[in-house]
Nanobody
């Protein structure tokens, strides 16, 4: 199982910015979609943003206009630029890469903490 390594989390004040990065330890071929999810305390895991292999992006309503996802299929990496952060963005963030054709695989990062103070 290919590992995804996340970085860039931490503590930031409300209104600040963070950039999360995720890179696979080995090249992942036939990538279909790269995504970021998050889980806030006591809440389910939700999709934050995703990017398809053709570059089409999708965002949760709560982050539209503030977060930007970008991906590099050749590098098997995905980045999430987060601006104008609020305490409601506090969560553990997980990156995900979906790859494969008839048989698809999902690869997950270990999760990285983002804490936004008010």
């Amino acid at each position: 199982q290919v590992q995804l390594v996340e970085s860039g989390g931490g503590l930031v004040e409300a209104g600040g910015s963070l950039t999360l990065s995720c890179v696979a330890a080995e090249t992942i071929f036939s990538i279909n979609r790269m995504s970021w999810y998050r889980q806030a305390p006591g809440k389910p895991t939700d999709l934050v943003a995703s990017i398809l292999v053709d570059g089409k992006t999708n965002y949760a309503d709560s982050v539209k206009g503030r977060f930007t996802i970008s991906g590099d299929n050749a590098q098997s990496s995905v980045t999430l630029q987060m601006n104008t952060l609020t305490p409601e963005d506090t969560a553990i963030y997980y990156c995900n890469i979906n790859a494969g054709g008839a048989i698809k695989k999902n690869y997950w990062g270990q999760g990285i903490q983002v804490t936004v103070s008010s």
